[in-house]
């Protein structure tokens, strides 16, 4: 008896030895089946990695200042020196596309999450509590009324043209469309019965709202965000192209793009690569975005298992 008793406890110790090397094959496993089988996902990740890659290595991956003019050098077309060509400053246009990424990936997440934060408290607060909605979503079906390009240009105009700026110009402007979306999934929440039985036992609004109704949103947040940083990529460059987003001297998609409309015909490298680095960027965040509302829409996701082979 106490063969066996000590036979089963040395078990029982291998088993749970094991346990933490079986769960992290698994996990191995999951990522590598999900990131094989969704070639979208995959090539999402691969995209923006790269993008990230760009703008936090921007000082390593180039030999030039991207601020830099040398007059001789002028419309330079791509060559061994300059890969990019140069502008009609003398500027090296490689450089100032991969110090442009930079610019687009700041304004682009920061603002993002600024958008997902305030229009995610609107959306909690109007979805739930129903006398302060009627006030709440007035204010902003108001703001949605006024086209966004016209509202952002507006707001850079009155508060100057800066990198912070652009970012609090595009979260005014993108933060009543993810409040409203937000709204909506609150709105079918509210009726859950874990919310009557929270609303039965005293449980207080702010309580309800973090731990009953919001960790149920997330998947809708997380897809919003990962939209809304490719929406509002294209926002910025569109204001730095019509001169009313970041200043000028600091290298951009969308300042080369402006600059370079006026050599379309001598010098169309000028707006070229910085164009095709926005359409990609673009495009792989897009493709994440995707990939993760059909992983989190419970019934995508559904048909996506019953259509996987196994």
């Known amino acids: 008896m106490e063969y ?165 110009a595009l979260t005014v402007t993108g933060a009543p469309g993810t409040a409203r979306m937000i709204r909506a999934s609150v709105l079918s929440l509210r009726s859950q019965l874990y919310v009557d039985a929270a609303q039965a036992h005293g449980v207080s609004t702010t309580r309800i709202l973090l731990r009953h109704i919001l960790p149920n949103a997330w998947a809708p947040i997380i897809v919003m965000g990962t939209f809304a940083i490719p929406g509002t990529m294209l926002t910025e460059a569109g204001l730095s192209f019509l001169g009313a987003g970041t200043p000028p001297e600091i290298p951009s998609w969308g300042n080369m793009i402006a600059e370079g409309r006026r050599f379309m015909r001598s010098a169309v490298w000028i707006m070229v690569f910085p164009g095709i680095c926005l359409s990609l960027t673009t495009v792989g965040v897009n493709l994440l975005g995707d990939a993760l509302r059909d992983r989190l829409d419970p019934r995508l996701r559904g048909s996506m298992e019953m259509s996987e082979p196994d």
Not at 79 to 101: L, N, Q
Not at 117 to 136: E, K, W
């Open 4 to 168: 066996q008793r000590d036979m089963a406890v040395s078990s029982s110790k291998d088993n749970l030895g094991r346990l933490p090397a079986t769960s992290r094959n698994s996990l191995k496993s999951w990522l590598i089946r999900n990131l094989t089988r969704n070639k979208t996902m995959t090539g999402g990740i691969v995209i923006v990695v790269i993008a990230v890659f760009m703008a936090v290595g921007a000082p390593l991956l180039t030999t030039k200042e991207p601020k830099t003019m040398h007059t001789l050098e002028r419309l330079q077309p791509p060559s061994g020196e300059d890969w990019f060509g140069t502008d009609h400053f003398g500027r090296d246009v490689y450089s100032r596309t991969i110090y442009g990424a930079r610019v687009s990936i700041i304004v682009g997440t920061v603002t993002a999450i600024l958008t997902l934060a305030v229009g995610g408290v609107i959306g909690l607060v109007a979805g739930y509590i129903r006398p302060v909605d009627a006030i709440i979503m007035r204010i902003m079906d108001a703001l949605m009324a006024i086209p966004g390009l016209l509202l952002a240009i507006a707001l850079v105009a009155l508060l100057g043209a800066s990198m912070q700026n652009t970012i609090v």
